[in-house]
């Protein structure tokens, strides 16, 4: 019974570890000091409101 818990655990931490650790950044618009960053290659286009921060 403690066999299958264990493989689905195994299985849920490699995808977590795949996707968090060797997936990279995140790609996003990011608000800093008044202007939009870019991070990474976002797939939308530069956000229109205002950038308050």
């Known amino acids: 019974m403690k066999k299958?818990?264990?493989?689905i655990l195994?299985?849920?931490f490699t995808a977590l570890f795949l996707r968090?650790?060797?997936g990279g950044p995140e790609d996003?618009?990011?608000c800093k000091d008044g202007e939009w960053i870019k991070h990474?290659?976002?797939?939308a286009p530069m956000p229109e409101v205002?950038?308050?921060q």
Do not use: A, Q, R, Y
């Open 40 to 43: 990474g290659v976002p797939s």
């Open 4 to 7: 299958p818990l264990i493989i």
């Open 28 to 30: 996003d618009w990011i």
């Open 50 to 52: 205002e950038c308050k």
């Open 20 to 22: 968090f650790i060797l």
């Open 10 to 12: 195994i299985i849920i």
